[in-house]
């Protein structure tokens, strides 16, 4: 269970009632993380759409389905709520163009992952007008780039370059699983999803959101290193439940099956634990928060920055729960059913 922080009493069965056709599992937030969508949501869905239409991102009408279901108003709005207007246009872009591309290139190299890293980083190459994700992703490091830092865009060039390296690692996975029917552990599942989940990189735009820059000394602390670790982890772990039904169609490797498949326990065991999991991350990280407040010297900016990475987190869960791009509840297979929700403590 190395790499899991879950307590071995956690393996015990869980089933202490007779089964029920659903199964709830709750996925817990402090009542301080909670956030309502962007006021402008909807209105900038209906302009960041246009965009995607326009730089020819979404061309047919498989692709305006896939809009439809991401729900780029709650994807983006929900987790940047309190960010101005102007900026969230630019992180709603940033994050819709992200899932067009991440679903291009899952099973299929574009050959462009340098110069869509740079692009990422405001370098500015030639404009190659034949990929349309390229076009967007130059256009959008013009746009920040003009006002973050060049340490904020090499950083977060190369965080986003880690997450386009992982891409081939979660296909390598899924093909061993479809070829020879063997999900990974749970553990290296969970730490090839941290990097792929896609995070790291945007837990850049929290900066961005609140016009304000992590200072070097606190980015570089045991601390922050374990807050960006858990935070994947958290938002890893949320989306594999969500994701299911859709992974277990497509013979993806997920952390419910995985931890199933490894310790040989029925799946409604394995969404509980999983669960649990996620909750005890969120507790640990404000422990961890509370460690790194007292070594802030800017103890107001690191709190509005750690304001705005809970309501990141806890936007995403919430679009999960409520976007038509996953299902909940989630099948069994036996009749049963496993409906997750987002709770938060009083």
Not at 190 to 200: E, H, Q, S
Not at 266 to 275: I, K, L, R
């Amino acid at each position: 269970m190395e790499g899991l922080n879950l307590h071995a009493s956690a393996l015990r069965p869980l089933r202490l009632k007779p089964a029920t056709s659903e199964i709830h599992v709750s996925l817990v937030f402090p009542a301080s993380w909670k956030t309502l969508p962007h006021p402008a949501s909807q209105k900038l869905e209906d302009r960041t759409s246009a965009w995607l239409r326009e730089i020819g991102v979404v061309h047919n009408e498989e692709q305006e389905e896939k809009l439809r279901k991401m729900k780029a108003s709650t994807y983006a709005g929900w987790p940047f709520s309190e960010c101005s207007e102007e900026r969230l246009e630019i992180v709603m872009r940033f994050l819709s163009l992200w899932i067009f591309y991440d679903d291009a290139i899952e099973e299929q190299d574009d050959g462009l992952s340098r110069e869509i890293q740079a692009a990422v980083g405001g370098q500015t190459p030639a404009l190659r007008r034949s990929s349309p994700h390229y076009r967007g992703w130059w256009e959008l490091g013009q746009s920040y780039g003009q006002v973050m830092s060049p340490v904020w865009m090499e950083r977060h060039a190369r965080l986003y370059g880690e997450w386009q390296a992982s891409v081939a690692e979660e296909f390598l996975a899924a093909s061993r699983l479809r070829e020879e029917g063997s999900y990974p552990k749970a553990a290296e599942h969970l730490r090839c999803r941290t990097i792929g989940i896609g995070m790291i990189p945007l837990i850049d735009f929290v900066e961005y959101a609140i016009d304000w820059e992590l200072p070097q000394t606190l980015y570089e602390s045991t601390e922050m290193r374990t807050i960006w670790r858990l935070t994947a982890e958290i938002v890893a772990i949320f989306n594999d439940v969500y994701s299911f039904n859709k992974d277990r169609s497509i013979r993806w490797s997920n952390i419910v099956s995985c931890l199933a498949a490894e310790f040989k326990v029925p799946e409604e065991d394995a969404f509980h634990w999983a669960v649990a999991m996620h909750n005890a991350r969120v507790v640990e990280m404000e422990r961890t928060e509370l460690a790194l407040l007292a070594k802030a010297s800017d103890r107001e900016g690191l709190q509005a920055w750690l304001k705005g990475l809970h309501h990141a987190i806890y936007g995403l869960a919430r679009w999960h729960e409520t976007s038509p791009r996953y299902s909940n509840p989630q099948s069994l297979g036996d009749g049963r059913s496993v409906r997750v929700k987002v709770l938060e403590t009083r």
